[in-house]
T-cell receptor, first 115, second 113 residues
């Protein structure tokens, strides 16, 4: 088990609603990345946060946004939920030093179902 | 588009046998290649990783083979055990964006006792 925790474990929302998912990084880590994993597929990179700023983004629309807090924990916010947003959302923490990110360790994920 | 192509989609192996999963990539800027193991209802767990300065890396029963010229890498699971039954993902990232992992589609491995 990694030290990365996520909450909630499961969530059911209705199309058009907004959702906030939370992640606590492993101790000693200073970056957080978020991934979306649709059923039967590999995770897709959403974005990464370092020093409380978005540092890189994958091919996801602006209604996916995030925050990183001074204690390195993070939130993923999704507005105007669509049915296709139903997926497992994974948070991964890592340590960034000298322009390199070291191994990423994933949390257990939040299963989001949009109806 | 999928930057890392993984095969096979699934495989069944007898206990004690060898499981082999292959991945191929096009982006020559990739320089970090981790493998993750995922059990149902869990997040992916880092299994083993390699950088292109070596052609092989072994950790216990898990070995990564890397062929830079062919742009291919593979995971070998030796002496497969029922507890190895899981979905395995290969991934890759570049030096300047090494936080952005590009994952393969996954291989579901079933080890029969």
């Amino acid at each position: 088990e990694t030290g990365v925790t996520q909450s909630p474990t499961h969530l059911i929302k209705t199309r058009g609603q907004q959702v906030t998912l939370r992640c606590s990084s492993q101790s000693g880590h200073n970056t957080v990345s978020w991934y979306q994993q649709a059923l039967g597929q590999g995770p897709q990179f959403i974005f990464q946060y370092y020093r409380e700023e978005e540092n890189g983004r994958g091919n996801f629309p602006p209604r996916f946004s995030g925050l990183q807090f001074p204690n390195y924990s993070s939130e993923l916010n999704v507005n105007a939920l669509e049915l296709d947003d139903s997926a497992l959302y994974l948070c991964a923490s890592s340590f960034w030093l000298s322009e390199r990110v070291y191994e990423q360790y994933f949390g257990p994920g939040t299963r989001l179902t949009v109806t | 588009q999928q930057q890392v192509k993984q095969s096979p989609q699934s495989l069944i192996v007898q206990k004690g046998g060898i499981s082999i999963i292959n991945c191929a990539y096009e982006n020559t800027a990739f320089d970090y290649f981790p493998w993750y193991q995922q059990f149902p209802g869990k997040g992916p767990a880092l299994l083993i990783a390699i950088r292109p300065d070596v052609s092989e890396k072994k950790e216990g029963r898990f070995t990564i083979s890397f062929n830079k010229s062919a742009k291919q890498f593979s995971l070998h699971i030796m002496d497969s055990q029922p507890g190895d039954s899981a979905t395995y993902f290969c991934a890759a990232s570049t030096y300047h964006n090494d936080y952005k992992l590009s994952f393969g589609a996954g291989t579901t491995v079933t080890v029969r006792a």
